[in-house]
Nanobody
Framework: QVQLVESGGGLVQAGGSLRLSCAAS????????MGWFRQAPGKEREFVSA????????YYADSVKGRFTISRDNDKNTVYLQMNSLKPEDTAGYYC???????????????????WGQGTQVTVSS
């Protein structure tokens, strides 16, 4: 198991930026594909972004494409989500998730991720 701890959330005005971090410990971080999901009150958890271990390929939900950037630093066992041009509709709890390298399931499917952090709240005011 890998343990995940998110940080970097907060309150920001529309148009502002935040950078979320997800620090991993336990099993080798380099054995996991990583993803970010979010959940707003009363809504389903939704895919935000993913980064694939082997290729480094990145994927984004259409709603955040061009505004958010996912990256990982294997030396620091950390994955980041840089969020720019934030909108009120980005307000949600943001969760980091990990799935083993041998899992080739859909990167946008939350059920494919076995390990989750506790989440960090992002609130964007208008």
């Amino acid at each position: 198991q890998v343990q995940l701890v998110e940080s970097g959330g907060g309150l920001v005005q529309a148009g502002g930026s935040l950078r979320l971090s997800c620090a991993a410990s336990g099993r080798t971080f380099g054995n996991y594909h990583m993803g970010w999901f979010r959940q707003a009150p009363g809504k389903e958890r939704e895919f935000v972004s993913a980064i694939i271990l082997s290729s480094g390929a990145t994927y984004y939900a259409d709603s955040v494409k061009g505004r958010f950037t996912i990256s990982r630093d294997n030396d620091k066992n950390t994955v980041y989500l840089q969020m720019n041009s934030l909108k009120p509709e980005d307000t949600a709890g943001y969760y980091c998730a990990a799935r083993p390298y041998y899992n080739h399931g859909s990167y946008y499917d939350a059920a494919q991720y076995a390990n989750w952090g506790q989440g960090t709240q992002v609130t964007v005011s208008s």
